[in-house]
C-alpha cells in the first residue's frame, strides 16, 4: 500500500506542477485582455479590417494562418477578445514549445526558472496579446523545433509530418522563408540522409500536406508577383548601407540599452532585458562558447547575427520579436552556469547551496516583479499608450 501510495504521490507531483504552471500561464496571457488598455490601436484595428473576409485574408497574402485565425474568431465574437484571442493562442503556444525545448538543454531548476523569466517578458506578453501579425515571427522558434525533432525525434515519420506542417505554415511569415532556407543548406546532409530512410508512404503524405499548405502562396505570387517582397519582408524602397548600418545598431541596443518609441508595444525607451538578465546573457553567452563544437552553439549564434542584420537591413526593428525566445535560451545557460559553479564551488556544504539558490531566486523573482509591473501597470496607464489605443472595432 505504501508503495503504491508512493507511486501516485510521484506521478501526482509533476502533473500538479503541471496543472499550475497551465493556470498561471493563462492568468498572465488573458487577464483584462480586452481591458487594460481602454481601446485598440491603428496596427489591431488594420487587423480587423484586413480580416473581414476570406477574400482579403488570401489576397493579403503574408500571414495567411493568423489572419485566417483571426477572420474565424472574429465571426464567433466581433469583439477584443475575439480579435486579439489569435495573438494569445500563438504566444502559449510558444511557451509551450519552449519549455519542450530548454527542458533538453539544462537542469530541471533552471528548465523551471528559465520559462517562467520567458512566460514573464514584457515583450512577449505585448506582443501576444495584442491583434497584431507581429506574433507570427516567434514561429521562428517553430522552425527551429521543428529541426530539433527531425535530428533527434526516434519517431522519424511523426517528426517529418510535424516538420513539414511548421514550414508549410512559416513560410507565409515574412522574413522567416531566409532562415528556413538557411538552415536548410546548413543540415542539407543530415535532411537527406533522414529522407531516404522514409516510408513512401510518409514521404506521399509530408507531399501532400505541405502542397496544401503553400498552395496560397503558389497561387499568390502567380497572380501577384510584386508579392514576393512581402513574403520575404523585404520593403519597396532600401536604405542607405549608412542608414542600414544605423538601424542595425538601433536593433541591437533595443536588446539591453534603449529601444525606438513606439508605445503600442513597450513602455517608453527602456530595452527588452532588464539589467538582470542582461547580465545573465553575457553569462549564458560565455557559457555556449565552451560548447563551440556543437551545432546549438552555432545555432543560437548564427541566428541571433542573422536576426540582428535582417532588422537593421529592412528597417524593421519589430523584428527583433524573432530573436525573443534565443535570448532567453543564452540566459537559461547563464543561470545553468551560475548554479553549476556555486554547486561546484561548495559541493558538500548544503547550507551554502540552498542560500546561494534563494539568492538567486530572490533576484529571478524581483526580475518577474520588474517585467509584469512594467507592463500590467506601468505600460497601460502611461499618457503615449493611452492615447495609441484610443479606437474601437467598428459594429
Known amino acids: 500500500m505504501r508503495k503504491a501510495w508512493n507511486t501516485l504521490l510521484a506521478m501526482g507531483s509533476p502533473l500538479l506542477v503541471a496543472v499550475i504552471g497551465i493556470l498561471l500561464i493563462l492568468s498572465l496571457f488573458l487577464y483584462r485582455i480586452n481591458s487594460l488598455v481602454p481601446g485598440v490601436s491603428q496596427p489591431e484595428l488594420d487587423t480587423h479590417s484586413s480580416t473581414r473576409s476570406l477574400t482579403q485574408v488570401f ?7 493568423y489572419n485566417t485565425s483571426v477572420f474565424v474568431l472574429t465571426k464567433i465574437a466581433n469583439n477584443t477578445v475575439g480579435l486579439r484571442l489569435t495573438g494569445v ?71 517529418w509530418i510535424l516538420a513539414v506542417t511548421i514550414i508549410g505554415l512559416s513560410l507565409y511569415v515574412p522574413g522567416i522563408l531566409f532562415f528556413i532556407i538557411i538552415a536548410s543548406i546548413w543540415q542539407l546532409s543530415r535532411i537527406q540522409k533522414s529522407f531516404e530512410n522514409l516510408k513512401p508512404a510518409i514521404i506521399i503524405t509530408c507531399s501532400v500536406i505541405l502542397s496544401i499548405l503553400i498552395a496560397p502562396f503558389v497561387i499568390n505570387l502567380f497572380l501577384n508577383p510584386e508579392l514576393w517582397r512581402q513574403y520575404l519582408g523585404i520593403p519597396a524602397q532600401l536604405a542607405s548601407i549608412q542608414e542600414m548600418i544605423s ?60 536576426v540582428i542584420i535582417f532588422a537593421g537591413f529592412t528597417g524593421n526593428v519589430l523584428f527583433i520579436v524573432a530573436l525573443l525566445p534565443f535570448l532567453y535560451i543564452v540566459i537559461g545557460f547563464g543561470i545553468d552556469e551560475t548554479l553549476n559553479r556555486w554547486y561546484e564551488k561548495f559541493p558538500k556544504n548544503p547550507i551554502a547551496r540552498t542560500v546561494g539558490l534563494s539568492l538567486l531566486s530572490i533576484a529571478v523573482i524581483l526580475s518577474f516583479n520588474y517585467q509584469l509591473q512594467r507592463y500590467f501597470i506601468a505600460w497601460p496607464n502611461s499618457v503615449e499608450t493611452i492615447n495609441e489605443f484610443n479606437l474601437q472595432i467598428p459594429n
Open 59 to 65: 489576397e493579403t497574402g503574408t500571414n495567411l494562418p
Open 89 to 159: 493562442i500563438m504566444g502559449i503556444l510558444t511557451v509551450l514549445i519552449f519549455y519542450l525545448l530548454v527542458r533538453n538543454l539544462y537542469s530541471t531548476k533552471t528548465v523551471y526558472i528559465t520559462s517562467a523569466m520567458f512566460v514573464t517578458s514584457t515583450l512577449l506578453l505585448s506582443v501576444s496579446r495584442l491583434a497584431t501579425p507581429n506574433v507570427m515571427l516567434l514561429s521562428l522558434l517553430m522552425v527551429v523545433a521543428a529541426g530539433y525533432i527531425l535530428r533527434f525525434n526516434k519517431n522519424q515519420e511523426i517528426a
Open 247 to 306: 538601424q542595425t545598431i538601433r536593433a541591437t541596443a533595443s536588446i539591453f540599452l534603449i529601444t525606438p518609441a513606439s508605445p503600442v508595444y513597450w513602455l517608453g525607451r527602456l530595452p527588452i532585458l532588464n539589467a538582470f538578465e542582461s547580465a545573465l546573457f553575457l553569462f549564458g553567452l560565455f557559457s555556449i562558447s565552451k560548447q563551440n563544437k556543437l551545432d546549438r552553439f552555432w545555432a543560437l549564434i548564427g541566428i541571433f547575427i542573422l
